[in-house]
């Protein structure tokens, strides 16, 4: 069973940066596309971005393209999201989901397996 531990979250000041990591055990990550999903607080969850299995196709929200970059070490059983330029409407609980489908829509269906998610906060 594939088990996706989130990590790398906290509190950050507008603008700055921040990275997560997913990491797997129980299994091999580089089977799965990963996605990164969050939830911002009263609102639903949304899509990220997602990365396929080989890293070869990458996928994000409108709202973080060009400021968040996915990436992946299938050595280390991590991916990654680099979060630069972070605003306030990012604020929210970020998770990551295992699954075989990353396209251009982000959706949290094509995911099979959950981490418990890490909470970033953008304040000032």
């Known amino acids: 069973q594939l088990r996706l531990v989130e990590s790398g979250g906290g509190l950050v000041q507008p603008g700055g940066s921040l990275r997560l990591s997913c990491t797997a055990s129980g299994s091999t990550l580089d089977l799965y596309a990963i996605g990164w999903f969050r939830q911002p607080p009263g609102k639903q969850r949304e899509g990220v971005s997602c990365?396929?299995?080989?890293?070869?196709?990458?996928a994000y929200a409108g709202s973080v393209k060009g400021r968040f970059i996915i990436s992946r070490d299938n050595a280390r059983n991590t991916v990654y999201l680099q979060m630069n330029s972070l605003e306030p409407e990012d604020t929210a609980v970020y998770y990551c989901?295992?699954?075989?489908?990353?396209?251009?829509?982000?959706?949290?269906?094509?995911?099979?397996?959950w981490g418990k998610g890490t909470r970033v906060t953008v304040s000032s």
């Open positions: 990365i396929r299995s080989g890293g070869e196709f990458t």
């Open positions: 989901g295992a699954g075989w489908e990353c396209g251009d829509i982000l959706d949290s269906d094509d995911m099979n397996f």
